[in-house]
T-cell receptor
Framework: AQSVTQLDSQVPVFEEAPVELRCNYS??????LFWYVQYPNQGLQLLLK??????LVKGINGFEAEFNKSQTSFHLRKPSVHISDTAEYFC????????????FGSGTRLSIRP | GAVVSQHPSWVICKSGTSVKIECRSL??????MFWYRQFPKQSLMLMAT?????????EQGVEKDKFLINHASLTLSTLTVTSAHPEDSSFYIC????????????FGEGSRLTVL
């Protein structure tokens, strides 16, 4: 069975500092990996996704993530954060044979301090 | 990316009444839509998978008679919370499956239900 673990429930950082949000997954088959962002009282917006190919994936708003198969990780990074990045971030995994069964991690709340 | 719209975004109702939430795919056809429930500061919990023209598939522990799902067209799925009670208060989110090849989901803005 697939599962996703987000190791940090909250990550506070100062504005313009770099940030890494950690995500580990378990799966017995090939996977699709995703990072979503959720602003208060809104739905989820896709930041980036890994389907195949290059292990370094670039997304919107300056975020990027690296797929590491040996470590079963898909950590999200940004070199310099802004106040507007304050949100909840969800890592997700789905089985490529059945895209419907997407599993979300528990989420990481990123709070940016001025 | 594709757009999914949910309505209403906020709803307050009295205990015992029913509430309908709509989920529309505005610029693509979503043969499959998903309904989630999100409790405060928690992740999304899949409630059911809605397929156009057929009955929804509910996750274990979700009452199908309580949460009625209808997917009558390729662009519209509805979730009706019947005889709502305060414990049904939550944030409900829908998503549409854009493409089976990519597994990418497009999410609605969410609907916050408060049952008094």
């Amino acid at each position: 069975a697939q599962s996703v673990t987000q190791l940090d429930s909250q990550v506070p950082v100062f504005e313009e500092a770099p940030v890494e949000l950690r995500c580990n997954y378990s799966s017995s088959v090939s996977v699709y990996l995703f990072w979503y962002v959720q602003y208060p009282n809104q739905g989820l917006q896709l930041l980036l996704k890994y389907l195949s190919g290059s292990t370094l994936v670039k997304g919107i708003n300056g975020f990027e993530a690296e797929f590491n198969k040996s470590q079963t990780s898909f950590h999200l990074r940004k070199p310099s954060v802004h106040i507007s990045d304050t949100a909840e971030y969800f890592c997700a995994v789905s089985d490529d044979s059945s895209a419907s069964k997407i599993i979300f991690g528990s989420g990481t709340r990123l709070s940016i301090r001025p | 990316g594709a757009v999914v719209s949910q309505h209403p975004s906020w709803v307050i109702c009295k205990s015992g009444t029913s509430v309908k939430i709509e989920c529309r795919s505005l610029d693509f056809q979503a043969t499959t839509m998903f309904w989630y429930r999100q409790f405060p500061k928690q992740s999304l919990m899949l409630m059911a998978t809605s397929n156009e023209g057929s009955k929804a598939t509910y996750e274990q522990g979700v009452e199908k008679d309580k949460f009625l799902i209808n997917h009558a067209s390729l662009t519209l799925s509805t979730l009706t919370v019947t005889s709502a009670h305060p414990e049904d208060s939550s944030f409900y989110i829908c998503s549409g499956l854009g493409s089976l090849n990519t597994g990418e989901l497009f999410f609605g803005e969410g609907s916050r239900l408060t049952v008094l």
